[in-house]
């Protein structure tokens, strides 16, 4: 048994190319094991990475979902929803942006099922979907303030 059919045996976290070499992370971000065969002739390591990578349907709506993130007003729209279900005169208030600008940013992460919208009466009550999205929020807040 080779050293890397060896290491393929456990559970990967995270496969990582740096410098010409193939990190990867076992088990947990803290245990890291490097492989990088000098003529690169053996394909265990890529079809094992290979497992691990997201098929084209998946990664083009994952970046989308980054990508609806990527903007800092739907990111603090996010936080508010995070916390509260809010009309969106009460967004508007908050953010101190007008109706259609307001309106404009919901509208692109309800595509993206990011939020969804309750109607009563004439107010539309916005809200996350659902708790992935809520603790992808926070995870990536957590980030940030950590390091």
């Known amino acids: ?3 890397v059919s060896a290491i393929l045996r456990r559970p990967l976290v995270g496969v990582q190319y740096i410098k010409g070499c193939l990190y990867i992370m076992l ?18 390591l890529a079809l094992a990475a290979q497992e ?9 709506r994952a970046a989308e979902l980054f ?9 603090r729209i996010v936080g508010l929803l995070a916390h509260a279900e809010l009309c ?12 259609p600008a ?5 509208r692109l992460l309800r595509t993206l099922r990011i939020v ?3 109607k009563e009466g004439k107010h539309v009550f916005y809200s996350l979907l659902d708790d ?9 807040v957590d980030h940030i303030q950590h390091g």
């Not at 992935?132 to 990536?140: A, E, S, V, W």
């Open 1 to 3: 048994m080779t050293a």
């Open 132 to 140: 992935h999205i809520h603790q992808l929020f926070h995870q990536g």
């Open 88 to 99: 969106v005169g009460d967004l508007c208030l908050v953010l101190g942006m007008s109706q």
């Open 27 to 44: 088990h947990t971000m803290h245990e890291r094991k490097t492989i990088c065969a000098d003529n690169h002739d053996d394909p265990t």
């Open 52 to 60: 691990h990578l997201l098929d084209g349907v998946t990664a083009t």
């Open 67 to 75: 990508g609806a993130l990527s903007d800092p007003t739907r990111v």
């Open 116 to 118: 969804e919208a309750r």
């Open 102 to 106: 307001v309106s404009h940013h919901l």
